[in-house]
């Protein structure tokens, strides 16, 4: 899958990305977490004037929330819908005894930092970056997430992300007085006094400054690129059984694209919408992507919507404006019975043919909670099927079946941090596998694969699954 390895991104749009992804799963507005970053900008230079303090900051306003869709089933079968779970807890409307059970389900937020944590190392932002998001579940006064740790090992960057955050999110649900009066009330509890104080001498004029905010800011032309794939890993960590998904989207997509004679910006901008199309997925409760069976109405009308809020999400990042737009025509169909929008016919070019095409065989190709995944004859059949009802052109399906290259795969690199069985164990537990599922399908003992599972935690310095899945497929371990 080489061809999808090659899609890079400035910094700062991966950032912004991550950050767009985060405020949908925490069921924030589109641009919070960007709103918190210059909030957080403001506080650090208030505090100590310009300086790399202030970028430290801001990177790690962005990336709060960047482990948030790996915890997503976690809060999801601990709060019944994670979205709208968060968005209460975040502005002090969930229960008091749900917001108990968030307190004590420590295991999410070693989960959340960790993933976090990985995501900062990949882009090499740093070790005041990697410190600062690790601390933004720690409280002043100790109770904090999921270490406990005492004021004085927390990074004051985590409370000034933290103050901006609450600034934000609580002056828009309760109003700015109401928010001044809790986070009052926190200092010396959640944040240091000083720093709450300070924040709230100067609130109303730096949310006032918000306003003006450019929502279409110039990309710096000299900024160095990182690669998109890790924010297609970090949307598919959403739901375990998508771990990879983007990556094999972008894959088939760009060689059926290639096949088809389509030139090499028309690849890259498929290649990119494989990849972050499934932004959108942020918004919707896990506990109804898990749902067997039909949905109801509602629930429809909210799958329909991921299509629109991927495109909404992107469409700030002007490096990603063309593959938003591509991105937003993944559920499209001939016929017009697709969504968002329910074009047809030659409305849909041959980028977006190919692209709905792609998303429609590689989910086929892979299991889902309420089947298994289709062989390849099976699939091909499937498609065909639906091609003959006005849903894809036969001819696209064809370029798309000769494109595919067969099933997700472990495999070894050269000077490979894990053993072959190692890989392969990581592949299953990627896909969502328990320890004795794993033992059943490697024809291996349980205690085998706790063995291997030890090892690899181990040698890829991490402790949760979803941390080690995205350093697995960072690393090409799993693909």
């Not at 390895?5 to 912004?16: F, T, Y």
């Not at 918190?36 to 929330?65: I, K």
């Not at 004590?104 to 990985?118: I, M, R, T, Y």
């Not at 004679?261 to 997925?281: C, F, H, M, N, Q």
């Amino acid at each position: 899958m080489d061809s999808a390895l090659h899609l890079d991104i400035s910094l700062s749009g991966a950032l912004r990305a991550i950050g767009q992804v985060g405020d949908l799963s925490m069921g924030q507005p589109l641009g919070h977490s960007r709103r918190v970053a210059a909030l957080a900008r403001r506080l650090a230079q208030a505090a100590h004037g310009e300086g790399e303090h202030q970028r430290v900051a801001e990177q790690v306003a962005l990336l709060r929330w960047s482990g948030c869709t790996a915890n997503a089933e976690g809060f999801a079968n601990l709060l019944g819908d994670d979205v709208d779970g968060r968005r209460a807890m975040l502005d002090l409307t969930l229960s008091k005894e749900k917001m108990n059970a968030v307190h004590q389900a420590v295991p999410l937020a070693v989960v959340h930092c960790e993933v976090s944590g990985e995501v900062a190392r990949t882009l090499e932002l740093g070790a005041a970056v990697e410190a600062g998001l690790c601390g933004v579940f720690e409280t002043y006064d100790g109770t904090g997430r999921p270490l406990g740790l005492t004021h004085e090992h927390i990074p004051e960057v985590a409370y000034q992300v933290v103050l901006a955050g609450d600034l934000d999110i609580l002056s828009r649900a309760h109003g700015l007085d109401a928010a001044l009066r809790w986070i009052r009330d926190q200092s010396d509890r959640r944040y240091p006094a000083s720093l709450a104080s300070l924040l709230m001498d100067n609130a109303r004029e730096w949310l006032a400054d918000l306003e003006g905010l450019s929502q279409h800011p110039a990309d710096a032309q000299a900024e160095r690129s990182v690669s998109l794939t890790l924010v297609g890993d970090v949307i598919d960590l959403k739901l375990p059984w998508l771990a990879g998904h983007s990556r094999r989207v972008a894959h088939v997509a760009m060689e059926a694209a290639r096949s088809w004679g389509l030139d090499e910006p028309s690849l890259t901008a498929i290649g990119k919408a494989a990849l972050v199309y499934g932004l959108g997925r942020a918004a919707v409760s896990n506990q109804l992507w898990n749902t067997a069976g039909a949905l109801s109405y509602s629930a429809v009308e909210r799958v329909h919507l991921v299509p629109y809020w991927t495109q909404q999400a992107l469409r700030p990042i002007s490096e990603l404006a063309v593959s938003a737009e591509i991105a937003a025509h993944a559920y499209e169909r001939l016929n017009g019975s697709g969504y968002f929008r329910g074009v047809m016919g030659d409305a849909l070019c041959a980028e977006h043919r190919l692209f709905a095409t792609s998303v429609a065989w590689v989910a086929l190709r892979e299991a889902r909670p309420w089947r298994t995944a289709y062989g390849e004859s099976e699939a091909a059949r499937l498609l065909a099927q639906d091609a003959a009802g006005g849903l894809f052109d036969k001819d696209v399906c064809d370029a798309v079946i000769a494109a595919a290259r067969g099933e997700r795969r472990a495999h070894q690199p050269k000077g490979s941090l894990l053993t072959a069985r190692e890989c392969d164990v990581l592949l299953e537990i990627s896909r969502g596998a328990s320890n004795k599922q794993v033992a059943r399908l490697l024809d291996i003992s349980p205690s085998t694969v706790r063995t291997h599972m030890e090892s690899i935690f181990r040698k890829l310095e991490c402790s949760t699954r979803a941390a080690a899945t995205l350093k697995g497929l960072t690393l090409g371990l799993i693909a």
